[in-house]
Each structure stands twice: as structure tokens, then as C-alpha cells.
């Protein structure tokens, strides 16, 4: 049934009220015959659920009205509930019950006093208003109970139009929220959404013979036949893209509402909005990410993931109207990406649940697409297994949410995050979608710009994504052929803990079952024997060392800083005689000018310590980093207490000595969070030991710090035992 059908229905049964009323001789004042409820405007479909209320004043004696003017509806066989209501219970019901409160909020008028109706409806509309602070908790809360229990309506196998989350209901609920005047919702698409669902549920309650509003498998090409759709998978992405778009709507409305009820209400807030910078050309206002007013989207094609990342790691909205200017006026990235477009990928993907809304904004305005061309493969993709509990696409993005838990455990985490965003990428077709994705995804690295191991990397496990997860729980882990399978087909420890996050994340966003205490076990063991295998010594990077000319005029108290522009920053050279504590002088000095580190270089060149920075910032003014560093070596700047970490975060750092790496140092390798002070703090710690950093390679890898610290005892020599593990605690002290 169309929008004109229902309203045709609707028309012929207000006539019959009209009838109805007039045959009966119903009183012009005092007395009114409304409609409540149905689809949200009083709308009468074959199996409706509109109520028909005959309101009266407080004390208009209403006889037998009501039995006369009921007998024609109960006669006609038309599915009206009615009820007969004053005025004052009218509004009290409404009070009592949100629910009520909704509903009343679109009564219509249909025969009788119509300034009864004007009234009803202008007292419940004042109360809805002045009660909305209190009010939309609840509603929030009911609604959250009915999401939890039916679940969410683009991903279930057994759809309910009505009551998932993104249904009908949802748009009512919307509907009231924009009513209340404290947010604003988009019209024109929350109508176009609710007005299509309206008539998939019109198609499937004809199908069913009766009112049920759930689309049951066997009802898909029948439901795709009725709406003029080529086959059933039509049907099926055509009903989950309109629940998706209800719930982005739902979900942008409730952080709204959320960012209203937390401000407290005060007659002095201010006209202009209050813009707090983020980032470059990017601003947060009213717990939403909008760009500032130096933004020039024509000219940077990063700055749509720079937003987007700066939204999701911070768990607020990317304002919709900001993601549809950055899709029309950025250009396109220019391929390879540059380095900042690549680690901001890796950050948005690896920012938790902070990811989801974000992502969906990005789909809904057209975003994704511009980042990521081959996204349209898996969009609104069902899961031909029952086991998952999601689409494809959304599967994939719970799949980076949790392998963002599992960044600490990998040396790259740039690699496990775009790998967690690709692994599914080959499904929708007719080649095994592993197979399929190989070459998908090896494309797709390439274009974001990573180098070509690591390309290689990320196709390997695109590629055997299923590798474990299918050789675990269908192979004998006693027999060695089971451990050399794994082994010869990864051919690297790096590789193997790499697919071993991917999969408990893959499994984890599958459903429940899919991460039993059972198979999580089969999988934990035979990952480690397949590592004893492959674990030849951990691969730590290799210091790179240049002989540079030390500057002839430097003297043991002086310190020579020469910046150099490069592609996308500057690269810093500091030359200082060395002592302990010098390389945490220097990393304080950076930090205190909010110079973001990229990676560094770090050795010893005779009597002198030479660092070389390579940092995402130009114009680096070395008169400026030089009274820094004076102030921080003189005692007039104390950067632990500005640096003192708050807390630990989401995800503890980690610590750990790796013996093996090196005979003449004790090699100390830490993961933590990248935020500044980050290498202060460690070298720092080390220092109040006395422990001498002897080189250096600090990196970057999208959200997570990679440093790798060769360090000596201050007469020469590796650490003994208990020093490295004292230092090793120190060092996870000053970063928790």
C-alpha cells in the first residue's frame, strides 16, 4: 500500500466517523472524535493500530452517544479501537505515560468540536515541551530496552519493521524528539525513511494475512515482487538501508539531546558558537566536529579523514552538514597517500566505539566511497551464515573496534587495523571471498601508501584471515602437520601474531559462539606452538646511524639544533655533548612546543649525542626550541608534572625487555598510546636510574607509540638482570 493508498483508506474511514456522528445527532461543542495513533499521523492501513477517542469537556454529559456512534464502525468491520475520554484524563494519561504522550502529540481531528482538538492537541504539545528535560531520559531509556531486546533492524535475520531499532517505532520517537524544540532532526529524510517503511510493513502485513510486522525469509521475493524490486537480495538492502538510515538519525538525535541535557540551562548562553580547535581546520562545537574558519577544503584532501578521526576518537558526532562540504569541495587524495591520510586511516579505525557512529555518518553522506571506492562491495551485504549477527559491512567495523583492544599485543598496529578493515572486502561474489579479497586488498594498501612489505603483509592476511580460526577446530593439534601448515604458510612470527589478533577480533564480531572459551582455546594453543616454530628472536628495527659533521663553534655547554623541510614536516638534527638524560631533555623540548613526533633516530657519535626528529609540523622556528630546551635544562620549566600521565587510558602501555635483540646493550621495547611526553617520560624514568639511552628508533603507527630503546649502564656495558627489570617497571610507572 502507497502513501496514496493509505490516505484514500484513511479519507473513507473518517467519513465513516463523520457519518457515523452526524446520523447520531453528535453535539458541535464540547464533544470531539479524534484519531491517535496508527503509523504516527492517524494513518488507517489494513491492519492498523489507530485508536479512535471520543474526547468531551469535564462535565458534558455524553448519554448514549457513544454506543450510537460506535454500532456503523463495528458494523463496517473497520480495525478501529475506540475509547471514549474526557478532556482532563486526556492530558492526565499523557503525564503519566511518555508513551501516551507520543501518540497524542499527532492526534488528528477528525469530526466535531474542533477547538476541543486544538486545545487537546496545544496542552500535551505545552506539557511534551515543558516536561522535555525530564521526559527524554525516559523515552531514551525505553527505547535502549527495546533495542537490547529485539535488536537492530538493518542486521536481523528475522527483521521486525516496527519495533528494531530503525523501525517505525524509532521514527515516531524521533518525531517527538523534534518536538520538543531542544534539537533539530532532518526532516525531509526522517519522512522519505518512515514513509517507505511504511510501505514494506503495508506489503508484509498483507503477506502475513494479518498484523505482524516481522518479514520472515520465505516473504523476500514475494516482498521484492510487490515493491518492484529485482529479487529477494534487493528486498533484503532495501529494508536494512532504510533501517540504517532511521538509526543514524536516532543515534545523531540522542547525542544531541545528550549534549543538550548535560549544558546546564542558563539565560546567558552565548549566540556565537564556542569553537575548540582539534586540529588543523578542525573544531568541536557543541559536541559535534565542524570545521573552523580557517578551514580550506579545496586545498587539503586530508582534511575529511582529519575530521572524521578527531570525531571518533573523542566519541562525538562528525556533524552530517560538515561531512557533506568535505565530500564536495575536497579533492580527491592524491595516490599513494600522503603519510598523514595513512596514520589518520589507522587512528579513526582503531578509536574503539568511538569508530561506529562515525563510520556510519561517512557512509550516509557519501564520505566512505571518496576514502574507500571498494567499501560498496560489502554495503548492506547479508552474511550468508547464521552465525553472524550483523551485515557484512558492519561486521567489519565491529571487527577494527575490537582488534583496537588488541593494538598492545602487535608491532603494527597499522597493519592489524587496515587488514581488520579489508579481511571481508572479496565477499558478495562467486570465488571464495579469502581468495577474492587477496588481490582486493593488496590494491587497496598499495593506494593508501604503505611500503611494499607491508603491503604484502596485509594481503597475506586478507588472504588467511580463516587460517587459524578453520585449521584449530578442524585439525589434530597433536600431529605435527598441523603445526607446519600454519607455520610454512605465514613464514613469520610478525605475520602469526598479526593473524592471531585478527582472528579473536573476526571472531568476536561474529557473535559469542564464534569466540567460545572452547574455540578460543583450540585457536590461543595452537598459535603458540606454531610460534615456538616460527620464533627465531624478535625482529626489532635496525638503527640506522650517519657520521654528521659536529658544528665546530659547539662547546660542552651548548646544543646544536638545524631544522630541514621535508615532504609533509621538517626534519630536526640536535647535536649536544652526551650524558644521561640528555635524549629526555631533548624529547621534553619537543613536546613543550607541541611538536608531533613522527619517528627519530636516536646514537651515539663519540663524546656526543646526536638525534635526528622527523615531525609532522613546518616552520619549526629553532631560536624557539633552543630557549626551550635552556628552560628545561636550567630548571625554569618542569615538563613531568605537564606530561604526569592522568591514567593509564583504554589500553595499558606495555614493557618489555627483549634479551635476545642485541649482546651489547639491554634492548627495552614500549607500546603505548601516541600523545605528547610520551618519550620524555621514558627517557626520563630511565635517566633517574642512571641508565644511559644509547640509540634509538622511536615510530608512529596510527594511535600507538612503537619505541625501541638500546640501553646502557653509564660506565658502558647491558644491563644485569635486575637493572633491566627495574627499569622496565620504571618505565611502565611513568606511563601509567
Known amino acids: 500500500m502507497t502513501a496514496d493508498e493509505r490516505a484514500a483508506r484513511t479519507r473513507a474511514a473518517d467519513q465513516l466517523c463523520i457519518d457515523a456522528y452526524a446520523d447520531c445527532s453528535g453535539p458541535e461543542i464540547g464533544v470531539a472524535m479524534v484519531a491517535v495513533g496508527g503509523y504516527g499521523r492517524g494513518e488507517l492501513a489494513p491492519h492498523s493500530d489507530l485508536d ?59 469530526t466535531g468540536d474542533p477547538n476541543l482538538t486544538l486545545r487537546l492537541r496545544a496542552t500535551t504539545l505545552a506539557q511534551w515541551r515543558k516536561g522535555a528535560r525530564t521526559r527524554l531520559p525516559e523515552v531514551r531509556t525505553s527505547a535502549l530496552n527495546r533495542h537490547r531486546l529485539i535488536g537492530e533492524l538493518a542486521h536481523l535475520s528475522v527483521p521486525d519493521v516496527k519495533e528494531a531499532e530503525g523501525g517505525l517505532r524509532d521514527a515516531t520517537t524521533l518525531r517527538g524528539i523534534v518536538a520538543t524544540w531542544l534539537v533539530d532532526v532532518p526532516h525531509t529524510e526522517l519522512e522519505q525513511s518512515r514513509q517507505a517503511l511504511l510501505d514494506v510493513r503495508d506489503v508484509v502485513q498483507g503477506l502475513a494475512g494479518r498484523g505482524s510486522d516481522r518479514i520472515v ?101 562528525l556533524a552530517p552538514p560538515t561531512a557533506a562540504r568535505l565530500v564536495r569541495e575536497c579533492p580527491p587524495l592524491p595516490e599513494p597517500w600522503p603519510e598523514e591520510a595513512r596514520q589518520l586511516l589507522v587512528r579513526l579505525l582503531a578509536s574503539g566505539r568511538g569508530l561506529l557512529e562515525v563510520w556510519e555518518t561517512l557512509e550516509e553522506t557519501g564520505a566512505l566511497t571518496r576514502i574507500l571506492p571498494e567499501w560498496e562491495r560489502v554495503h548492506s551485504l547479508p552474511h550468508a551464515s547464521v552465525i553472524h549477527r550483523f551485515t557484512v559491512d558492519r561486521h567489519v567495523v565491529e571487527t577494527c573496534i575490537e582488534a583496537s583492544e588488541l593494538i598492545r599485543a602487535v608491532a603494527r598496529p597499522d597493519v592489524l587495523m587496515v587488514a581488520a578493515l579489508l579481511h571481508d572486502i572479496g565477499k558478495g ?65 610478525e605475520a602469526l601474531s598479526l593473524l592471531s589478533a585478527l582472528t579473536e577480533a573476526d571472531a568476536k564480531a561474529t557473535s ?36 654528521l659533521p659536529v658544528p665546530e663553534n659547539l662547546n660542552p655547554t651548548s646544543v646544536s ?43 651515539a657519535q663519540g663524546p656526543y649525542g646526536v638525534s635526528v626528529w622527523e615531525v609532522a ?69 630511565l635517566a633517574g636510574l642512571g641508565v644511559a639511552v644509547r640509540s634509538a628508533h622511536l615510530d608512529t603507527l596510527g594511535p600507538q607509540a612503537v619505541d625501541v630503546f638500546y640501553l646502557q649502564e653509564d660506565s658502558a656495558g647491558a644491563l644485569s638482570e635486575t637493572r633491566a627489570a627495574e627499569a622496565a617497571h620504571a618505565v611502565r610507572a611513568a606511563l601509567s
Open 429 to 493: 561474489g562467486l570465488t571464495e571471498h579469502s581468495v577474492a579479497g587477496e588481490p582486493i586488498a593488496r590494491a587497496a594498501a598499495q593506494r593508501m601508501g604503505f611500503d611494499e612489505e607491508c603491503v604484502e603483509l596485509i594481503a597475506l592476511l586478507v588472504r588467511w584471515h580463516l587460517l587459524l580460526a578453520t585449521t584449530a577446530t578442524t585439525r589434530d593439534p597433536d600431529d605435527p602437520a598441523t603445526v607446519d601448515l600454519v607455520a610454512s604458510t605465514l613464514g613469520t612470527a
Open 561 to 603: 639544533i638545524a631544522i630541514e623541510p621535508v615532504p609533509e614536516g621538517s626534519r630536526i638534527t640536535t647535536i649536544a655533548l652526551d650524558r644521561v638524560g640528555l635524549l629526555a631533555d631533548f624529547a621534553a623540548m619537543l613536546a613543550m612546543q607541541r611538536v608531533p613526533v613522527r619517528a627519530a633516530r636516536i646514537w
Open 217 to 317: 525469509p520465505e516473504m523476500w521475493p514475494d516482498l521484492a515482487e510487490a515493491l518492484g524490486l529485482a529479487d529477494d537480495r534487493a528486498a533484503q538492502a532495501h529494508v536494512r538501508e532504510i533501517g540504517r538510515r532511521i538509526t543514524h538519525l536516532s543515534r545523531l538525535a540522542w547525542r544531541r539531546v545528550d549534549g543538550v541535557l548535560s549544558r546546564p540551562v542558563s539565560p546567558r548562553t552565548p549566540r556565537r558558537p564556542v569553537l575548540e580547535p582539534l586540529a588543523t581546520g578542525v573544531a568541536l562545537s557543541a559536541g559535534e566536529v565542524v570545521l573552523d574558519k580557517k578551514a580550506d577544503p579545496a586545498k587539503d584532501p586530508v582534511l575529511l579523514l582529519r575530521a572524521a578521526t578527531a570525531a571518533a576518537e573523542r566519541n562525538v558526532v
Open 52 to 110: 479512535v477517542v471520543l474526547v468531551h469537556d469535564e462535565g458534558v454529559d455524553l448519554g448514549e452517544l457513544a454506543q450510537k456512534v460506535w454500532y456503523p464502525l463495528w458494523d463496517s468491520g473497520s480495525a478501529l479501537d475506540h475509547s471514549v475520554r474526557s478532556l482532563p484524563e486526556m492530558v492526565s494519561a499523557s503525564d503519566a505515560d511518555h508513551r501516551v504522550a507520543s501518540g497524542l502529540l499527532d492526534v488528528r481531528h477528525i
Open 617 to 685: 609540523a613546518e616552520g619549526v622556528d629553532p631560536a624557539i626550541l633552543r630557549t626551550k630546551y635552556d628552560a628545561i635544562v636550567g630548571g625554569r620549566a618542569d615538563p613531568l608534572t605537564r606530561f604526569a600521565p592522568a591514567g593509564t587510558g583504554p589500553l595499558a602501555p606495555t614493557v618489555a625487555v627483549r634479551p635476545e635483540a642485541s649482546e651489547q646493550s639491554t634492548v627495552l621495547e614500549v607500546r603505548a598510546a601516541d600523545r605528547p611526553g610520551v618519550v620524555y617520560l621514558v627517557c626520563h624514568a
Open 512 to 547: 559469542p559462539k564464534a569466540w567460545s572459551s572452547w574455540r578460543a582455546g583450540l585457536i590461543t594453543d595452537l598459535a603458540r606452538r606454531a610460534h615456538a616454530a616460527l620464533d627465531s628472536g624478535v625482529a626489532l628495527p635496525a638503527i640506522t646511524t650517519d657520521e
